[in-house]
């Protein structure tokens, strides 16, 4: 089966698009990747991604002319996909543009995303599955991380506990360890505030390479009001986004400082506190290895950072190594979910996100397979053809 996966994270600088060849043997699937591609969005887009997001206000006009505007986007990186898929796919996953997720007293309430699936699948013409979280908010659960289902099939956790980071604009991490049941969650912001910062302060959308973060020095009481942030205590299972790590938020703290902060401190800081809860959270489930992803693995002083505060501990290394680029791992974990998905299997994992059952995640347009059957068995582990 050839899946197209579709992947734009907290960050919205693109989409990535990926395309899957999925084949089971017994307890084993096998997923042969077909290629991927980034397609980056023009600053307009951004802008108006960024003007919807909590804390601005918004109205239903501009919802609506946003979910049609990222269809049409998703739509075009979907038939990107088909290509990438030797121009035939059975399927499409595309999760959306999240633009609020709904967290009220630590309970998920609800979650949003954006994105037109009809006008992808109307573009394709083949299956689309979309709204992949709200299955597991509606059994109760935080409706993320999703991709630990990628991760606990992947990750071999024979000679202690092995951890899949995904640092995006939140870093999450998933913890699959030797007879105990797999756990991931939000750790807190990766590139959200990163990133936030340098269009703030450089009038840059990144920090390219931790660059100026290198040059920077972490300034002492910056990290203790960021550290003291309430989130990093709270116990799993838990997610966050941009509706607390954003703009305002880091305006926040720096106005509470008694003296201006240099820009290259900023990101120093900012770049430490990052490091600094992730390698707490791989201290605390002892971790042997970190195997990690996403946009932030770009990031030379933060993986530098989260090297030497594990130094001598746990090894830390990239997606790469097993076959799945870093930049693109989220997006087959969702070419995952639909495989799952499509056979009526569960996608998300109860002891990752806090729901009272397994949920069969998505919803299909026009429609998904019809079943007559029970679901088969899931699979127990998922090998990259070529590694």
């Known amino acids: 089966m050839r899946i197209v996966g579709l992947m734009s994270g907290t960050s919205y600088d693109g989409v990535d698009v ?85 967290v009220d007293g630590g309970v998920t309430r609800g979650t949003l995303q954006l994105g037109a699936p009809a006008r992808v699948a109307e573009r394709v013409g083949v299956p689309v599955l979309s709204d992949l979280r709200s299955a597991d908010v509606a059994a109760g659960g935080q409706g993320a991380p999703l991709v630990p289902a990628f991760d606990a099939l992947l990750l071999d956790p024979a000679g202690g506990a092995r951890a899949a980071l995904n640092l995006g604009g939140i870093a999450n991490l998933t913890v699959v360890a030797p007879d105990a049941p797999v756990l991931g969650y939000d750790v807190g912001p990766a590139n959200a505030l990163l990133d936030a910062a340098a269009r703030r302060l450089l009038g840059r959308p990144r920090d390219t390479d931790g660059a100026r973060a290198a040059a920077g020095r972490v300034h002492p009481g910056l990290l203790e009001l960021l550290l003291a942030e309430p989130y990093y205590a709270a116990p799993a299972p838990k997610s966050t986004g941009k509706e607390l790590f954003h703009a305002g938020y880091l305006d926040d703290r720096l106005a509470a400082l008694a003296a201006p902060v240099a820009a290259d401190d900023v990101l120093a800081t900012l770049t430490e506190l990052t490091a600094r809860t992730v390698a707490a959270e791989c201290d605390r489930h002892r971790v042997v290895e970190v195997v990690a992803a996403g946009g932030g693995v770009r990031n030379r002083t933060l993986m530098s950072r989260l090297a030497a505060l594990g130094a001598g501990r746990r090894r830390l290394r990239t997606t790469d190594e097993l076959g799945i680029p870093a930049q693109a791992k989220e997006a087959y974990a969702f070419a995952l979910l639909g495989w799952l998905s499509w056979h009526g299997l569960p996608g998300a994992l109860p002891s990752v996100t806090g729901a009272r059952r397994a949920a069969v995640l998505g919803s299909w347009a026009p429609s998904g397979p019809a079943r007559t059957a029970a679901p088969p068995v899931p699979p127990r582990r998922l090998v990259i053809d070529g590694c």
């Open 18 to 102: 990926v395309a899957a060849e999925f084949t089971r043997e017994g307890e084993t699937l096998r997923l042969r990747p077909l290629g991927h591609r980034e397609l980056g969005y023009d600053d307009e887009l951004r802008d108006a991604i960024r003007a919807l997001l909590p804390p601005a206000a918004t109205t239903v006009e501009a919802v609506c002319r946003l979910d049609n505007r990222l269809g049409a986007v998703f739509a075009e990186a979907a038939a990107v996909g088909v290509e990438l898929a030797g121009g035939r796919a059975d399927a499409v996953v595309s999760p959306g543009q999240t633009v609020f997720h709904w």
